[in-house]
């Protein structure tokens, strides 16, 4: 043999041993980032955690990749017969690598053209590799082989303990749809809005062929260019034999139909609620490990958390929301200090506040930018996207094109009115509807469960609750005339007094003078403890007089906890909004229990449903709630309205629903200048109206005008009689606002906080004045999120019916 044949032998085996040698020490994980054995036998890609409502619908998804996954038999013949026809041909006759396409390669490139020769399995290894070790194809040819012969490897090892069946299931459950849309289910509901056993053969064809290249080939970016390969794939599954030539003319003569219904976590049913629940999972996460010791992941674990929100109700109560607030911004921005922008006259430390923390700010900042020059920017009007109302029921038309300056567009945002609304069973309490803002693409700030604001006089139900408990009667005429508890004067609305009023009739319209006397006889101390240690506030609770108006600052979430015990019979009933949490393979993880505990009696709970009725009826601070929106049904509830309609709230409940509503501004220094307009009969107690009206009117809820309070078997027909009557004086009878209703104003101010008389004077707590309470919400881009609107024209009013 001659010497250079020698040679060239020896040189052929000494790169096959330095390949065999190669794969022997990528196989045992010496050198390289070879998965372990474990991992293959039992591939984890990354799920995305899914938000599911009481009807089984999805709510919403956690994700880093937005992914779900599915059996082979949930994904349609169709699917598999493409990617067969489309992706490899002899899928089924090897065992991972397909040595006639490899061997193939170097012919292909020396005549300058490229050949795709990764198996179905080779592909599925390299998903596998980029969801778990963060790897993607590489770019360098050098790495690209070593990362190649790691694929065989893996895809070898796949074959030998999996089913083909398996392999397809889990390669169509890793594969890219672009938009970060992972996995052929969730492809399948977002471009066709259908699960992926009922997709046809065209839309099966858009789906594989988008494998080539999810973006050139995406249908909703370049429909053309999608139509042309879906035909393709449809022609590879004629020649494969998958379809006739008649199927295949039949799936080609069809235009792409999209569905299109890309899940975002700013869109969809309840983003507050979703966000707080973000929160809430993390913190549980951490709490609970897997099997291998490691905790759980929200955006990688494909957790399936149960809720309690019903679909239906969260519509309503977000159209509710934004029905009435649309209406309420009017009035608000038609008022003359916010239109000229007087109101902030007195607060220029804020807007300097809200100007540096805005992106615009930070950015021109970090270019070195000058004061001066800055300041010239925030002036000069800008083309920019601001929220403005223009439907109550489609979000995306609430965004508009306007110009202003970035100045103003900060003014604006912060003028923009917020709420929250939240509505539960208060026996099992089970949350059904969360709104926490007008909008959660511009507004993060959640106003149900993470504000707290001072409630006025809906937490006088809880004072007259505690006076009932210590012996007082309904029925009992109490004075409505001034008082002064050691330096503490508090007024009616308008100033109003004189006459008496019995305690039912007192509650009903709201009389602040009665609710000071209750106070003074049964004590600041008492009362403070009963709602601290009774009701279970976590909130603090002064022990001062004006905390009998409602000088606390809670939230809406823990205000309507507080509320169960009327409708439900004395039990105080923690809201809860998780039912279980399963695992990806249906586990289940955790469940959840409602947490109850007896507050006060049968007989007690029912006297104060009585009462509180009162308030709905007419000559009450709710009768609107009748006599304008035609409520029917039992109902009982409370308005509240802080000093200077800083804050408007209603909290009312029928027999099988409570819910609550708050309504004011971000800063406690912008709101409605007339009580008319910013009471809470006013701005809280319609949104309560609107979401009631659609519940009852959907027969799928189960709810009905038809249903009763129980009452309690030791009561007597004398006991459930209340007289609403008084002997008040002509000007306090006059004390009223429309619709025969009375006003409902006030919540007490700094003077209120006096020594009670009890012990040493306490120091003041800090109540809700915009001096010393900082804003809660940081503004948001001023040019890109920021709702804002010229100086001369504002947005136009949304068009009649939307």
């Known amino acids: 043999m001659k010497k250079s044949v020698k040679i060239l032998w020896r040189v052929a085996f000494g790169i096959l041993a330095l390949i065999v040698i190669l794969v022997l020490l990528i196989n045992f994980?010496?050198?390289?980032?070879?998965?372990?054995?474990?991992?293959?036998?039992?591939?984890?890609?990354?799920?995305?955690?899914?938000?599911?409502?009481?009807?089984?619908?999805?709510?919403?998804?956690?994700?880093?990749?937005?992914r779900s996954s599915s059996d082979y038999n949930e994904i349609s013949p169709n699917v598999i017969n493409a990617l067969i026809a489309t992706e490899e041909t002899r899928f089924y006759d090897n065992s991972g690598i397909d040595p006639k396409g490899t061997l193939a390669i170097p012919f292909y490139l020396l005549i300058g053209k490229k050949r795709g020769s990764s198996t179905i399995t080779q592909q599925l290894a390299l998903n596998l590799q980029a969801d778990n070790l963060g790897k993607k194809r590489a770019d360098n040819p050098f790495t690209r082989g070593f990362q190649k012969i790691q694929e065989w490897i893996i895809a070898i090892k796949l074959e030998r303990n999996f089913t083909k069946q398996e392999i397809l299931t889990l390669y169509l459950n890793t594969v890219a749809y672009g938009d970060n849309v992972y996995g052929i289910e969730n492809g399948a509901r977002?471009?066709?809005?259908?699960?992926?056993?009922?997709?046809?053969?065209?839309?099966?064809?858009?789906?594989?062929?988008?494998?080539?290249?999810?973006?050139?080939?995406?249908?909703?970016?370049?429909?053309?260019?999608?139509?042309?390969?879906?035909?393709?794939?449809?022609?590879?599954?004629?020649?494969?034999?998958?379809?006739?030539?008649?199927?295949?003319?039949?799936?080609?003569?069809?235009?792409?139909?999209?569905?299109?219904?890309?899940?975002?976590?700013?869109?969809?049913?309840?983003?507050?609620?979703?966000?707080?629940?973000?929160?809430?999972?993390?913190?549980?996460?951490?709490?609970?490990?897997?099997?291998?010791?490691?905790?759980?992941?929200?955006?990688?674990?494909?957790?399936?958390?149960?809720?309690?929100?019903?679909?239906?109700?969260?519509?309503?109560?977000?159209?509710?929301?934004?029905?009435?607030?649309?209406?309420?911004?009017?009035?608000l921005f038609a008022q003359?200090?916010?239109?000229?922008?007087?109101?902030?006259?007195?607060?220029?430390?804020?807007?300097?506040?809200?100007?540096?923390?805005?992106?615009?700010?930070?950015?021109?900042?970090?270019?070195?930018?000058?004061?001066?020059?800055?300041?010239?920017?925030?002036?000069?009007?800008?083309?920019?996207?601001?929220?403005?109302?223009?439907?109550?029921?489609?979000?995306?038309?609430?965004?508009?094109?306007?110009?202003?300056?970035?100045?103003?567009?900060?003014?604006?945002?912060?003028?923009?009115?917020?709420?929250?609304?939240?509505?539960?069973?208060?026996?099992?309490?089970?949350?059904?509807?969360?709104?926490?803002?007008?909008?959660?693409?511009?507004?993060?700030?959640?106003?149900?469960?993470?504000?707290?604001?001072?409630?006025?006089?809906?937490?006088?139900?809880?004072?007259?609750?505690?006076?009932?408990?210590?012996?007082?009667?309904?029925?009992?005429?109490?004075?409505?005339?001034?008082?002064?508890?050691?330096?503490?004067?508090?007024?009616?609305?308008?100033?109003?007094?004189?006459?008496?009023?019995?305690?039912?009739?007192?509650?009903?319209?709201?009389?602040?003078?009665?609710?000071?006397?209750?106070?003074?006889q049964i004590g600041?101390?008492?009362?403070?403890?009963?709602?601290?240690?009774?009701?279970?506030?976590?909130?603090?609770i002064p022990a001062y007089p004006a905390i009998a108006l409602g000088a606390v600052e809670i939230s809406l979430y823990e205000l309507l906890q507080g509320y169960t015990m009327f409708p439900a019979r004395g039990i105080n009933t923690k809201p809860i909004y998780i039912t279980r949490i399963e695992d990806r393979n249906g586990n289940i993880l955790e469940t959840f229990a409602p947490v109850k505990r007896e507050v006060i009696s049968e007989r007690e709970s029912y006297t104060m449903v009585k009462m509180m009725e009162g308030v709905v009826a007419p000559g009450g601070t709710g009768a609107r709630l009748r006599s304008r929106y035609n409520i029917q049904g039992e109902i009982a509830g409370k308005t509240g309205t802080t000093n200077d309609n800083t804050d408007g709230w209603f909290v009312g409940y029928t027999p099988k629903l409570l819910a609550g509503a708050w309504v004011g501004c971000e800063n406690n220094f912008i709101h409605f200048s007339t009580t008319a307009i910013g009471q809470g009969a006013n701005t809280g107690l319609p949104i309560w109206a609107y979401f009631m009206q659609k519940v009852y009117a959907d027969p799928t809820l189960k709810l009905s005008t038809n249903d009763?309070?129980?009452?309690?078997?030791?009561?007597?027909?004398?006991?459930?009689?209340?007289?609403?009557?008084?002997?008040?004086?002509?000007?306090?009878?006059?004390?009223?606002?429309?619709?025969?209703?009375?006003?409902?104003?006030?919540?007490?101010?700094?003077?209120?906080?006096?020594?009670?008389?009890?012990?040493?004077?306490?120091?003041?707590?800090?109540?809700a004045k915009e001096e010393q309470k900082p804003p809660v919400q940081k503004p948001v881009k001023d040019d890109v999120k920021t709702p804002a609107a010229p100086k001369a024209t504002m947005p136009a009013p949304p068009k009649k019916g939307e």
């Open 190 to 331: 977002t471009f066709f809005s259908k699960d992926a056993g009922h997709l046809s053969i065209e839309e099966a064809a858009v789906l594989v062929g988008m494998l080539k290249g999810n973006t050139i080939y995406n249908p909703r970016r370049n429909p053309q260019t999608a139509l042309n390969r879906r035909n393709t794939v449809i022609d590879n599954m004629q020649q494969a034999g998958f379809i006739t030539p008649a199927e295949a003319v039949s799936a080609k003569s069809k235009p792409i139909v999209l569905h299109y219904n890309k899940i975002d976590h700013n869109k969809g049913l309840a983003p507050y609620f979703r966000e707080v629940l973000r929160d809430e999972l993390k913190s549980w996460c951490k709490e609970h490990t897997k099997s291998d010791g490691s905790p759980y992941n929200i955006y990688r674990d494909g957790l399936k958390i149960y809720t309690t929100i019903n679909p239906r109700m969260q519509l309503y109560a977000e159209e509710a929301v934004a029905k009435h607030l649309a209406t309420l911004q009017k009035s």
């Open 336 to 520: 003359n200090d916010v239109k000229s922008g007087s109101v902030w006259k007195k607060w220029p430390k804020f807007l300097d506040q809200y100007t540096k923390e805005s992106d615009r700010y930070k950015a021109m900042k970090e270019d070195n930018a000058s004061d001066s020059t800055i300041t010239k920017v925030f002036n000069t009007p800008t083309r920019m996207k601001v929220f403005g109302w223009r439907s109550s029921t489609d979000p995306d038309l609430n965004e508009i094109d306007t110009v202003m300056t970035p100045l103003d567009s900060i003014k604006y945002m912060r003028a923009i009115l917020q709420a929250g609304f939240m509505a539960m069973d208060p026996e099992s309490g089970e949350v059904k509807a969360w709104v926490g803002g007008p909008d959660f693409r511009y507004f993060k700030n959640d106003h149900v469960a993470k504000t707290r604001r001072q409630v006025g006089s809906t937490f006088k139900p809880f004072l007259y609750c505690f006076a009932i408990m210590n012996g007082m009667s309904p029925n009992t005429m109490l004075p409505n005339e001034p008082i002064n508890i050691n330096g503490w004067t508090p007024h009616n609305s308008e100033g109003t007094t004189g006459g008496t009023i019995t305690m039912a009739g007192a509650l009903a319209k709201s009389l602040n003078l009665v609710a000071a006397y209750l106070i003074k």
């Open 708 to 767: 009763h309070f129980p009452i309690p078997p030791n009561m007597s027909q004398d006991d459930i009689y209340l007289n609403y009557d008084s002997n008040l004086t002509p000007d306090a009878q006059s004390d009223n606002v429309g619709n025969g209703s009375a006003d409902d104003y006030g919540s007490g101010d700094d003077s209120n906080y006096a020594d009670p008389g009890y012990g040493e004077p306490a120091p003041k707590p800090s109540p």
């Open 524 to 540: 600041a101390k008492p009362f403070a403890d009963f709602a601290k240690n009774k009701v279970g506030f976590s909130s603090d």
């Open 29 to 66: 994980r010496i050198i390289g980032s070879m998965p372990p054995m474990e991992e293959l036998e039992n591939p984890r890609a990354a799920l995305a955690s899914e938000v599911i409502a009481d009807d089984g619908t999805i709510l919403g998804k956690y994700y880093q990749v937005d």
